[in-house]
């Protein structure tokens, strides 16, 4: 279900969950944010099309849909 614009699949939340550090997962949720709000930046709705975005340490791969973003990976690189 698609809250507040996004949705974390179940692989994404157990990374989360499993970041090593609070600012691993502030950097994380920052990125996620980010793309949330700049819907120019989403592929083409549907959940077919893949995209990914970076921050300085952390990335996340995901979907779009009409009503938001669904992360379906995360990662972190420190």
Same mark, same amino acid.
């Not at 550090?21 to 099309?49: H, M, N, Q, Y």
């Not at 893949?50 to 990976?73: N, T």
């Given at each position: 279900?698609?809250? !507040?614009?996004?949705? =974390? *699949?179940?692989?994404?939340? !157990?990374? /989360?969950?499993? =970041? $090593?550090? &609070?600012?691993?997962?502030?950097? @994380? =949720?920052?990125?996620?944010? +980010? &793309?949330? +709000? *700049? $819907?120019?930046?989403? $592929? ?6 893949? @995209?990914?975005? /970076? ?5 996340? @791969?995901?979907? +779009?849909?009409? *009503?938001?973003?669904? &992360? =379906? *990976? ?5």
């Amino acid at each position: 279900m698609m809250q !507040q614009g996004m949705e =974390l *699949d179940w692989l994404a939340a !157990q990374v /989360f969950e499993e =970041l $090593p550090t &609070v600012a691993a997962r502030r950097e @994380s =949720l920052a990125l996620i944010a +980010a &793309v949330r +709000a *700049d $819907p120019a930046r989403w $592929p083409a709705a549907g959940g077919e099309e893949l @995209s990914e975005a /970076f921050g300085r340490y952390s990335w996340i @791969s995901y979907v +779009a849909h009409r *009503d938001g973003i669904q &992360v =379906l *990976d995360i990662g972190w690189a420190r």
